[in-house]
């Protein structure tokens, strides 16, 4: 008997070794695996990149089966990426709708040495003037609203009279003033420096300051023309005199245009109206400080201010309140322009006591156009102010506040007989004017 563990000779195995059919099955398919080879290897072989062949061949037949060429070409270019082009930009004329606005105007702002001293805090050893002029806040509102400041902001200067602290711009700007008016006779008494650093500080508060200029071509009247709520408003101001230190100061620096005299406004004014200007605002700092009537002189350039073209002149510069007036002049179509001249607001803010010094006014009007580019200005009305001061827990406050309501609780009789003889001030110089009263 044959063991079955002995292992099997070399022959036997051989014969063992035969060809199945699952052997030829593999056969053949190998064959023809090596016939495609041949074929196919010279073409991929003459590509130096064999995925490219391959995308090739893929594109090759996508583009048979895909859709008809122009339904391609469109589904490409909507699912392409490219760049957008930039859009056009197209300047509207500022007459293609009409509108209006609301002006709102008041007197002269000067944070003097007791006013400064009242907003210091011991404790933080800083500065807030806010609440002085707050409760003037709804009085000021406006589209345009507009106050003349006599402080410079110079840091690292001495706090005076002249020099205020950068919080002044702050006290401004919350009760609702957005424009302000720089020029006054010793504005130039820092220099250059001093001129540059407090246009800084007005703008960060997001105030526009103008009338005093760092530079020519932002003195240049074609500078001063802004398009606000869709009318092209030019606001200039020009300063009568001017301190010897300032005259010097400017001498110095070799550049009298950063404060524009008041003899140059006529000319200023016809130079921002061929700028596109449809509605001019002049203010002006003349006369002289205590006077309750206009001087020659200032009618004299108040007419010609007007026959320049300029719509509305507000002057400072007196600190008292002086009349206001129409003046008529010629357009150049044959029509007659009317222009309102308020000689001067008084004092809002101060640390004067006169009975005139603490009196002041608040002009509002409104101004319509049309597309056609036709301007109309409504009633212009007043609102008489009073600057009240006080005491409390040993500190003075300064509280600018309408004359024409009531006593604010807790203001002493005196105080409150010094707001009457205020308002009676007011009504006094404005009685007969082109102002009327009103809320």
């Not at 391959?54 to 996508?62: I, P, S």
């Not at 524009?260 to 002049?282: C, I, M, N, Y």
């Not at 007196?318 to 008084?346: I, N």
Request: hydrophobic content about 40%; overall charge positive; glycine content about 8%.
């Amino acid at each position: 008997m044959q063991d079955r563990h002995r292992p099997e000779s070399r022959k036997q195995r051989k014969k063992r070794r035969g060809w199945t059919l699952g052997s030829w099955l593999m056969a053949l398919i190998t064959l023809a695996v090596i016939a495609s080879i041949a074929t196919v290897l010279p073409r991929l072989t003459q590509r130096q990149d064999v995925s490219a062949a391959l995308v090739d061949t893929v594109e090759a037949w996508a583009s048979q089966t895909a859709r008809p060429e122009a339904t391609r070409r469109a589904a490409t270019v909507t699912a392409a990426p490219t760049a957008r082009p930039a859009p056009a930009v197209t300047t509207v004329p500022s007459t293609a709708r009409g509108g209006t606005l609301t002006l709102t105007f008041g007197g002269t702002v000067a944070l003097e040495t007791n006013v400064r001293q009242s907003g210091y805090y011991q404790d933080t050893g800083l500065y807030d003037f806010s609440d002085i002029l707050l409760p003037a806040q709804e009085t000021l509102q406006g589209d345009i609203s507009l106050v003349s400041l006599e402080n410079l902001v110079v840091p690292g200067a001495k706090l005076s009279k002249l020099v205020a602290p950068a919080p002044v711009m702050r006290m401004l700007q919350r009760a609702g003033v957005r424009q302000i008016a720089l020029g006054f006779g010793r504005c130039f008494e820092q220099g250059a420096a001093g001129v540059s650093s407090t246009l800084a500080a007005a703008r960060e508060e997001g105030l526009t300051p103008f009338g005093l200029y760092a530079s020519e071509a932002d003195a240049a009247p074609e500078s001063s023309v802004q398009t606000i709520g869709g009318l092209r408003v030019a606001l200039l101001h020009g300063t009568a005199s001017l301190t010897t230190a300032s005259s010097k100061a400017l001498r110095r620096d070799g550049r009298p245009d950063l404060v524009p005299t008041d003899d140059s406004l006529p000319e200023r004014v016809r130079a921002a109206k061929d700028a596109g200007a449809q509605f001019v605002v002049v203010t002006v700092h003349w006369g002289s400080e205590g006077k309750t009537a206009p001087t020659k002189a200032q009618r004299t350039l108040a007419q010609k201010l007007a026959e320049a073209g300029a719509d509305i002149i507000i002057g400072y510069g007196s600190r008292r309140v002086q009349t206001a007036e129409w003046l008529f002049s010629p357009k150049p179509d044959g029509a007659t322009r009317q222009t309102l001249c308020c000689y001067c607001l008084g004092c809002m803010l101060s640390d004067a006591r006169e009975s005139g010094a603490v009196a002041s006014a608040v002009v509002r009007t409104r101004v319509s156009f049309d597309p056609a580019g036709n301007v109309a200005m409504s009633q212009p009305v007043y609102t008489p102010m009073y600057l009240w001061q006080y005491k409390q827990d040993g500190a003075t406050n300064y509280r600018l506040i309408p004359a024409d309501q009531a006593a604010p609780d807790g203001m002493e009789q005196k105080q409150a007989q010094a707001m009457q003889t205020a308002l009676k001030n007011v009504r006094k110089a404005l009685e007969g004017s082109a102002l009327v009263q009103g809320n």
